[in-house]
Nanobody, 124 residues
């Protein structure tokens, strides 16, 4: 399984970014997929998850109403649309997939496959 995250960058507070996660070796139509992030000196934290069916979506409270997770099964790609970015959103963002493909989890320990991460930096 390989996950390739992209789309990060340096933006100002209030701007938007869209992250992408392309996969090989796993089919997003049958696997839950999630975004996590890790800021310097902090533990990796959950951001959002979308179930294999797309019917179940969970966000961490700090991004609700600003971030939107989605996926395109035909392209086997997952997205994270990030609007109204804040300096506290600065982190490396990772996409992840669990071996137990259909579990909808918000803890990093339940995910087995990780992308390489893409840096998001939001300046004030």
């Amino acid at each position: 399984v390989q996950l390739q995250a992209s789309g990060g960058g340096l933006v100002q507070a209030g701007d938007s970014l869209r992250l992408s996660c392309a996969a090989s070796g796993v089919t997003f139509s049958t696997y839950t997929t999630a975004w996590f992030r890790q800021a310097p000196g902090k533990e990796r934290e959950f951001v959002a998850v979308i179930s294999w069916s797309g019917l179940s979506i969970v966000y961490t409270d700090s991004v609700k109403g600003r971030f939107t997770i989605s996926k395109d099964n035909a392209k086997n790609t997952m997205y994270l649309q990030m609007n109204s970015l804040k300096p506290e959103d600065t982190a490396v963002y990772y996409c992840a997939v669990p071996k137990a493909g259909r579990v909808v989890a918000i803890t990093a320990g339940q995910y087995d496959y990780w992308g390489q991460g893409t840096q998001v930096t939001v300046s004030s």
